[in-house]
């Protein structure tokens, strides 16, 4: 590949040279002897190097690079300076310049310089490419661009198509059935069934018939013969969550099950094969789960062929942006609400606060966000507890928190907010486990006790209102 060099010196001999020794190295050279004359010649097209004379007759060097770097970032520019003036030259390199040469300078130390900016540009071009290669903001139910999401899409886009069991890890509520979706929806299987099976939720003594089915009269209560998830999901993919949670028993049932595709139903005798593609998930770390015996290792292997890990929300930049912008614009749309945007310090504290509840904690504080206030603006005071106590910059530590109120100090605009919440925080903030309660248990009410139907326009699974309700309990004794 032929590069290209914009040579600016004002000295007809040295320019002379320097375009012999460019040329020298294969380079295409233009070379022009006054500032202006550049920047004429950088509008009409970009070298690929600028070689830069900081002192010129009609404009400095240094303020070309100011104007070069910020418009056409994709050039490496190169100074060329005096012996007495280098202090200037790393002042250009701290303005974004690649290197200097210090006159008098010769071939060698010319071509040194020229390939070390050559080479740098080329990789900066390839992982341009590389970046403009990953998929964008949105993939397949996923919101969020950082560089550790998007490799986790790249992951997704590559084994979609395989048979090969996956395994995703995950703390709770960092997407880990939404990744299980994006597998399926991507793959050659997305016109089949996705079948999800929460086996932290179901009681072990059902367990089994849930994912193998069972006989009429196998026990009590089985009235009619019954498919299990693995029947259901023939020809699809079979979604087992929390599956660390399952008693040993049945895990030795499932590993047979991996190993020869074929399983019984309870309380039946004949054999029945199915096609699935298995993907399990668990927020535990399932090795450790393995070395505390809770968790077979011959299955670990099996379904552990190819693991992917989510990242904690904390952990992905400013995707927690773009996923409360998106939440706060669907939530408001629903409560009939107007909020459209975040003020710059509910900005700060979305981005300080650590989320240990990931994307599900932000949907519920957002969801309590709108729910409880007006306006088009949220505001930092709007959060609620834990997040309230975080000191945003931008809000200027204009309030403190303790630990039952916040007391204000200045800023009249937010004294009626802050009295507001001063007041009512004794009666009516409660901890997030137990406004997402009452939020849950309502609408199982309003559904007459489905809770399918409840999950559904709660937009959660059905396992997930399970799962939680077990957790209620444990923090029920704990008060
Ligand atoms: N990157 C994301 N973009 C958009 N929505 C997301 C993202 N990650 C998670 N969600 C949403 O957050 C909620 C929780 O996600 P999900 O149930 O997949 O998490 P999980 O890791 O399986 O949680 P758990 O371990 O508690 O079962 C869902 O409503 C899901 O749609």
Redesign the pocket.
């Known amino acids: 590949m032929e590069y290209s060099a914009l040579l600016v010196e004002d000295s007809m001999s040295l320019g002379a040279l320097y375009t012999e020794y460019l040329r020298a190295e294969g380079i295409n050279v233009t070379h022009v002897h006054y500032g202006e004359d550049a920047l004429r010649e950088l509008v009409k097209w970009q070298p690929d190097l600028l070689i830069l004379d900081i002192k010129l007759p009609d404009i400095s060097g240094l303020d070309i690079l100011k104007q070069v770097y910020g418009k056409y970032p994709n050039i490496s520019t190169i100074m060329i300076t005096a012996h007495g003036s280098i202090d200037i030259a790393i002042d250009a390199m701290r303005s974004g310049a690649f290197d200097f040469l210090v006159k008098p300078f010769d071939s060698k130390r010319l071509s040194i310089t020229v390939r070390n900016a050559l080479k740098q540009k080329h990789l900066l071009e390839l992982v341009t490419q590389y970046e403009k290669s990953l998929p964008k903001g949105r993939y397949q139910?996923?919101?969020?661009d950082s560089l550790v999401?998007q490799s986790v899409y790249k992951t997704i886009d590559c084994v979609a198509k395989s048979k090969a069991s996956v395994f995703i890890t995950?703390?709770?509520?960092?997407?880990?059935?939404?990744?299980a979706q994006a597998i399926h929806q991507t793959g050659n299987r997305a016109d089949k069934p996705f079948i999800a099976l929460?086996c932290a939720s179901i009681p072990k003594e059902l367990i089994e018939s849930e994912i193998f089915g069972h006989c009429k009269g196998a026990f009590t209560g089985a009235h009619s013969n019954r498919d299990g998830a693995a029947t259901r999901a023939d020809n699809g993919t079979l979604f087992l969550?929390?599956i660390c949670e399952m008693d040993l028993d049945l895990q030795s049932k499932l590993l047979r099950f991996i190993q020869t595709g074929t399983f019984q139903r309870v309380g039946g005798t004949k054999e029945e094969h199915v096609d699935i593609r298995l993907i399990s998930?668990t927020?535990r770390k399932p090795w450790e789960e393995v070395k505390l015996g809770h968790f077979r290792e011959d299955l670990f292997y099996r379904l552990h062929v190819i693991p992917i890990e989510?990242p904690p929300l904390r952990a992905r930049g400013n995707?927690v942006l773009l996923?409360a912008k998106?939440i706060l614009k669907t939530y408001s749309k629903e409560e009939g609400k107007n909020f459209t945007e975040f003020s710059p310090a509910a900005t700060n504290t979305l981005l300080a606060y650590t989320w240990p509840g990931?994307?599900?904690q932000l949907?519920n504080v957002i969801r309590q966000i709108v729910v409880l206030n007006e306006g088009t603006t949220v505001e930092h005071l709007m959060f609620p507890h834990p997040l309230i106590q975080i000191q945003s910059s931008s809000a200027e530590k204009q309030y403190k928190c303790d630990n039952d109120s916040l007391i204000y100090e200045q800023n009249d605009t937010r004294r009626e907010s802050t009295l507001l919440l001063n007041e009512s925080s004794s009666h009516s903030i409660k901890p997030l486990w137990l406004v997402e309660k009452q939020t849950i248990e309502g609408a199982i009410a309003m559904c007459d006790g489905n809770i399918p139907k409840a999950a559904a326009l709660l937009?959660?699974?059905p396992?997930?209102i399970y799962?939680k309700r077990m957790s209620w309990e444990e923090l029920e004794t704990q008060q």
């Open positions: 139910g996923f919101i969020g999401m995950g703390e709770s509520g960092t997407g880990k059935e939404v990744c929460n969550d929390e998930a927020n989510l995707d996923l998106k990931n994307v599900r949907q937009d959660i699974s396992s997930t799962r």
